[in-house]
């Protein structure tokens, strides 16, 4: 089993920054990946950011540029560092972590942190 807990979100300003924390624990070991997705009201969950556990990183069109994610191993925390933030960024951010455990996938999913971006 693994745990999330997301931190950081909140209210900004357009052309602002936040930076969203995830902190994994439990089976930390077992992670393949962590990624950031966010759900805006009324649409679907979307994909923003994601990090393999070798460190190589992929980005939403919509985000490249103005997104970094990160991992600090030793705290077993990703970040997600958003820059230049937009009115259209406000959503709830989710964490997944993808574990793959005798061959089965598992995924993982905190329980979200608001941002909310004013124009």
């Known amino acids: 089993q693994v745990q999330l807990v997301e931190s950081g979100g909140g209210l900004a300003q357009a052309g602002g920054s936040l930076r969203l924390s995830c902190a994994a624990s439990?089976?930390?070991?077992?992670?393949?990946?962590i990624s950031w997705y966010r759900q805006a009201p009324g649409k679907q969950r979307e994909l923003v950011a994601a990090?393999?556990?070798?460190?190589?990183?992929n980005y939403a069109d919509s985000v490249k540029g103005r997104a970094t994610i990160s991992r600090d191993n030793a705290k077993n925390t990703v970040y997600l560092q958003m820059n230049s933030l937009k009115p259209e960024d406000t959503a709830v951010y989710y964490c997944n972590a993808a574990s793959v455990r005798t061959g089965i996938v598992h995924n993982y999913w905190g329980q979200g942190t608001q941002v909310t971006v004013s124009s």
């Open positions: 990090i393999s556990s070798a460190g190589s990183t």
């Open positions: 439990g089976s930390t070991f077992s992670i393949n990946a």
